[in-house]
T-cell receptor
Framework: KAGVTQTPRYLIKTRGQQVTLSCSPI?????VSWYQQTPGQGLQFLFE???????NKGNFPGRFSGRQFSNSRSEMNVSTLELGDSALYLC????????????FGPGTRLLVL | AQTVTQSQPEMSVQEAETVTLSCTYD???????LFWYKQPPSRQMILVIR??????QNATENRFSVNFQKAAKSFSLKISDSQLGDTAMYFC?????????????????FGQGTILTVHP
């Protein structure tokens, strides 16, 4: 079974632009969570989607948004990029009712110049 | 809010030796999960071991075991017979189980991580 995939793997943007990252969960997994990893703040929870609905949200500004499609694929969008948004964005998927077992993707490395 | 603290930014160990990584957490919850994740230089996060708070028995997975002290809110990871492939960043994490719509969900709260280097 294929693992969690994230595209693109690397991205360079400039301040003020917007970006969309994609995550395809493991087949059969309907829950997708997003995390931001930076050297200064560590790993922080962004949001979680299940069955196309956001169930849980972290403490990030409204510039960070996401959605989930009927095939469980998820996207996250960051508008008006700031230098501090440079990070590794990780996506994790899990089976319904098995949230304690999350499988992580390789991440998307975003650099904002 | 829950917090997770890893007081050892870096650790090193010789191959085949044993090393223990420390983690403390703060929560008022009674039912939760604790985890150790490994993130090798390639960046793919991998679950090493999981402990359910209601279980008194410490979890073990081959060379990896935990010392779970619920009252002290301590959750350390012991790696026995260390191997070069164990070199990675190790994260301790906490999850409170939430329920809605007949299903469970939760978010991981991570510590700052411990860089472990295994020397030949």
């Amino acid at each position: 079974k294929a693992g969690v995939t994230q595209t693109p793997r690397y991205l360079i943007k400039t301040r003020g632009q917007q970006v969309t990252l994609s995550c395809s969960p493991i087949s059969g997994h309907r829950s997708v969570s997003w995390y931001q990893q930076t050297p200064g703040q560590g790993l922080q929870f962004l949001f979680e989607y299940f069955s196309e609905t956001q169930r849980n949200k972290g403490n990030f500004p409204g510039r960070f948004s996401g959605r989930q499609f009927s095939n469980s694929r998820s996207e996250m969008n960051v508008s008006t990029l700031e230098l501090g948004d440079s990070a590794l964005y990780l996506c994790a998927s899990s089976l319904e009712g098995r949230v304690e077992t999350q499988y992580f993707g390789p991440g998307t490395r975003l650099l904002v110049l | 809010a829950q917090t997770v603290t890893q007081s050892q930014p870096e650790m090193s160990v010789q191959e085949a030796e044993t090393v223990t990584l420390s983690c403390t957490y703060d929560t008022s919850e009674n039912n939760y999960y604790l985890f150790w994740y490994k993130q090798p230089p390639s960046r793919q996060m991998i679950l090493v071991i999981r402990q359910e708070a209601y279980k008194q028995q410490n979890a073990t997975e081959n060379r990896f075991s935990v010392n779970f002290q619920k009252a002290a809110k301590s959750f350390s990871l012991k790696i026995s017979d260390s191997q070069l492939g164990d070199t990675a960043m190790y994260f301790c994490a906490f999850m409170k189980h939430l329920y809605a719509g007949g299903t469970s969900y939760g978010k991981l709260t991570f510590g700052q991580g411990t860089i472990l280097t295994v020397h030949p």
